[in-house]
Nanobody
Framework: QVQLVESGGGLVQPGGSLRLSCAASGSIFSINAMGWYRQAPGKQRELVASIAQSRSTKYADSVKGRFTISRDNAKNTVFLQMNSLKPEDTAAYSC??????????????????WGQGTQVTVSS
């Protein structure tokens, strides 16, 4: 199995910055895409940013120019640098990864995993 563990959430004032990290561990063969999603109370979960193994990136329009996603392939870790935070960025942020992992009897199987989530609160 593949586990994702996030860190870096917290309380920050409007205009401030936070950096989220998500480390993948377990029986990993390779990771394709990694991404960050968020869900605010009463709202649907939305994609914030994603990054492919090639490091090509996608961003939600609401965070373009403020958030930057990056990854360290050697450490199976993805980061989300969040600058100029706004109250509307308040949400539970979750990490997602998909790729290939070692299965039983020497097999290679696809996986998709989610982290447990980390809360980001932007408030004065």
């Amino acid at each position: 199995q593949v586990q994702l563990v996030e860190s870096g959430g917290g309380l920050v004032q409007p205009g401030g910055s936070l950096r989220l990290s998500c480390a993948a561990s377990g029986s990993i063969f390779s990771i394709n895409a990694m991404g960050w999603y968020r869900q605010a109370p009463g709202k649907q979960r939305e994609l914030v940013a994603s990054i492919a193994q090639s490091r090509s990136t996608k961003y939600a329009d609401s965070v373009k120019g403020r958030f930057t996603i990056s990854r360290d392939n050697a450490k199976n870790t993805v980061f989300l640098q969040m600058n100029s935070l706004k109250p509307e960025d308040t949400a539970a942020y979750s990490c997602n990864a998909d790729g290939l992992r070692f299965g039983g009897s020497g097999s290679i199987v696809r996986f998709e995993s989610w982290g447990q989530g980390t809360q980001v609160t932007v408030s004065s």
